[in-house]
């Protein structure tokens, strides 16, 4: 063994040598239904504006620390109720990391449910936090009572429920969630990464709750390449999580194309409505073919009988999507495709036919 590798060995946390890096495919020259992103391009009239006021934008300076314009614009757009305000993150996954740090006191847990995202465990692991992983039930709904139990046993200091779920695209059911908030000792984070596609939000319970804080990405909306992502709350929650934040987390470029896109937030709107019906157009084809599950989501989960082999041929004809298979007991054959244009949709379901006859 080379010194290098030796040193590498023993310095680093071996709880880290353990894991493998999160593996993002080759994509080039694919159609890419694989990581749930918005397949549509912005308008011509304001990719010109996007463009204008990037040639005008201060690149020397370092950001503004806390851009009170982008943040009224997040507060008065995306239904936040009177009191709560925000805090920005360079994408969500920035917020998740930033909540388990603030609570991570020694032997602290962070609880989620699983199968679900995969970056809980993950991010509990960067931070040297404990991880309480709870099945869901057969149907992927939240198991209540195993839940219950194991908020009541392990007494976690922060709970994270991704609402709709990833990868299963349900929404759990409010009842249940309700009764994990008000059972919780700790902090409970809902993550509403795909709330564009979803018929319901916790956002107006913020106030009902205490110990609650709703997490939103623009990612799925249309701007994963921009990296933003936000935590609503109330000021007492977030004025101890501004203290961990590094100052200048989102560029100056995010701020200004984020401002821009959200000045035409009803663009975005319009193209998650289309994702959505086609969502139900691609519903009705898989569920011909394969069992699929609903979603409330811009993504639909399905099984065959041999995941991988699909995966693969899916791969050879130029599609690429998310092979579930291997990554948590009930996912097993599991595939997860992103809902692209309907053309791409179109595409996706010839080769898949091919793939499975
Ligand atoms: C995609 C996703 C995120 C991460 O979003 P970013 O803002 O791009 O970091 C968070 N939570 C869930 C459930 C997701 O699916």
């Known amino acids: 063994m080379s010194s290098v590798s030796q040193s590498v060995k023993s310095l680093i946390r071996p709880e880290l040598l353990a894991l493998r890096a999160y593996h993002v495919p080759d994509s080039a020259d694919m159609i890419k239904l694989d990581a749930m992103e918005n397949p549509y391009h912005l308008p011509q009239f304001l ?36 009191g709560m305000d925000v805090l920005l993150g360079n994408g969500s996954d920035e917020l998740i990391q930033l909540l388990a740090l603030a609570v991570n006191k020694p032997g602290a847990a962070l609880l989620s449910v699983e199968p ?27 198991d209540l009572k195993a839940t219950l139990a194991a908020i009541h046993k392990e007494q976690p200091a922060l709970v994270f429920l991704s609402y709709p779920n990833n990868p299963t695209g349900n929404l759990f059911s409010k009842d249940d969630i309700r009764r994990i908030i008000e059972a919780s000792p700790g902090l409970v984070v809902l993550d509403e990464a795909y709330y564009a596609f979803a018929s319901d939000s916790f956002m107006p319970h913020l106030t009902n709750y205490p110990n609650l804080l709703v997490m939103r990405t623009f990612s799925k909306l249309g701007m994963a390449g921009l990296r933003l992502g936000f935590l609503a709350g109330s000021e007492a ?28 937030h009803s663009v975005l709107l319009q193209q998650a409505d289309q ?66 244009t309907p053309a791409e949709c179109g595409k996706f379901i010839e080769a898949l036919q091919e793939s499975i006859s």
């Open 47 to 82: 990719r010109d504006e996007v463009a204008s006021a990037v040639a005008a934008a201060p690149i020397n300076r370092y950001p503004d620390p806390d851009p009170y314009a982008l943040k009224e614009k997040i507060r008065l757009l995306l239904g936040l109720p009177g």
């Open 116 to 142: 679900s995202f995969v970056m809980y465990r993950m991010i509990a692991i960067f931070v040297g936090m404990r991880y309480v992983g709870v099945p869901l039930a057969a149907d992927f709904s939240l």
């Open 237 to 264: 929650w977030l004025e101890q999580l501004e203290k961990l934040r590094l100052p200048y987390n989102v560029g100056v470029l995010p701020q200004l194309v984020a401002e821009k896109l959200l000045d035409n």
């Open 275 to 340: 994702i959505k019906v086609d969502r139900e157009t691609l519903y009705r084809q898989l569920n011909a073919m394969v069992q699929v599950y609903p979603s409330e989501a811009n993504f639909l989960m399905f099984k065959v009988s041999d995941a991988t082999r699909v995966f693969e041929d899916l791969k050879r004809r130029g599609m690429l999507i998310k092979n579930l298979n291997g990554g948590h007991p009930m996912l097993t054959d599991c595939l997860r495709v992103t809902v692209g």
